[in-house]
C-alpha cells in the first residue's frame, strides 16, 4: 500500500468550528488531492497541490482552505463548518503519471 | 472543459454474466483510469490506460480506450460476486491541467 495516512479517520464537529484534516505521505509525491464523496455526486475535487506551498482550487474550494509547507503533508481547513460539509473526505497522491494513490478516507459530520 | 460520463450508474447482475461498463469523455486526454471501491473502503486503482487501443486485463475484468471515440469500457467476464463493488473512470493529463476529472461511477451487485 502507498504510505498516505489521514487523521483523524472519524470526526463530529459543530456548525461554526473550525477543522482542520491532516494527509501524510511517506512516498515523496510531488501532486496531493483532497476530494470529497457524497453519494451521487461521486468524487469531488476540493483543492490539490503540485509542490511545497504551490496549491490551486479544484470543483468545490469554497469554504475550504489548504497548506503544503512540506512534501509529506497536506492540510485541508474547513474554516467554519456547516453542515454541507458533511461528507467523506479522501486525500490522494500522485507522481506526473497521475495515476493516484488513496488514503483510507475521512468521515466528517457536522452538527 | 472536461467532463466525463460513466454508465449505467448501477448495475444488478447475475454471477456468470458478462457485462460492460462504459465511460465517455468530451475532450481529449492523456490518459485513463478505472478504480475500485468497496463499501465504506478507500479507491483502489485497477487499470492505466495510455494510447489508443490500449488493452488492459486482469482476472475477469477487462478494460480498454479507444481516444477517437473518448470511449473506455470495462468489461467483467463471468461475474462473480466478489466483484461487486462500485467502479470510477478517471481522466487526465495535461490538458486538465493535472487534475483528474472522475465519472460518477458505477455500482455493481452482482446476485449468487
Known amino acids: 500500500d502507498a504510505g498516505i495516512t489521514q487523521s483523524p479517520r472519524h470526526k463530529v464537529t459543530e456548525t461554526g468550528t473550525p477543522v482542520t484534516l491532516r494527509c501524510h505521505q511517506t512516498?515523496?509525491?510531488?501532486?496531493m488531492y483532497w476530494y470529497r464523496q457524497d453519494p451521487g455526486h461521486g468524487l469531488r475535487l476540493i483543492h490539490y497541490?503540485?509542490?511545497?506551498?504551490?496549491?490551486d482550487k479544484g470543483e468545490v474550494s469554497d469554504g475550504y482552505s489548504v497548506s503544503r509547507s512540506k512534501t509529506e503533508d497536506f492540510l485541508l481547513t474547513l474554516e467554519s463548518a456547516t453542515s454541507s460539509q458533511t461528507s467523506v473526505y479522501f486525500c490522494?497522491?500522485?507522481?506526473?503519471?497521475?495515476?493516484?494513490?488513496f488514503g483510507q478516507g475521512t468521515r466528517l459530520t457536522v452538527v | 472543459e472536461l467532463k466525463v460520463e460513466q454508465n449505467p450508474l448501477f448495475l444488478s447482475m447475475q454471477e456468470g454474466k458478462n457485462y460492460t461498463i462504459y465511460c465517455n469523455y468530451s475532450?481529449?486526454?492523456?490518459?485513463l483510469y478505472w478504480y475500485r471501491q468497496d463499501p465504506g473502503k478507500s479507491l483502489e486503482s485497477l487499470f492505466v490506460?495510455?494510447?489508443n487501443g490500449a488493452v488492459k486485463q486482469e482476472g475477469r475484468l477487462m478494460a480498454s480506450l479507444d481516444t477517437k471515440a473518448r470511449l473506455s469500457t470495462l468489461h467483467i467476464t463471468a461475474a462473480v460476486h466478489d466483484l461487486s463493488a462500485t467502479y470510477f473512470c478517471?481522466?487526465?493529463?495535461?490538458?486538465?491541467?493535472?487534475?483528474?476529472?472522475w465519472g460518477a461511477g458505477t455500482k455493481l451487485i452482482i446476485k449468487p
Open positions: 475532450t481529449t486526454s492523456d490518459r
Open positions: 512516498e515523496n509525491h510531488r501532486y
Open positions: 490522494a497522491i500522485s507522481e506526473e503519471s497521475l495515476l493516484a494513490f
Open positions: 490506460l495510455l494510447s
Open positions: 478517471a481522466v487526465g493529463g495535461m490538458d486538465s491541467n493535472y487534475q483528474l476529472i
Open positions: 497541490s503540485y509542490g511545497v506551498k504551490d496549491t
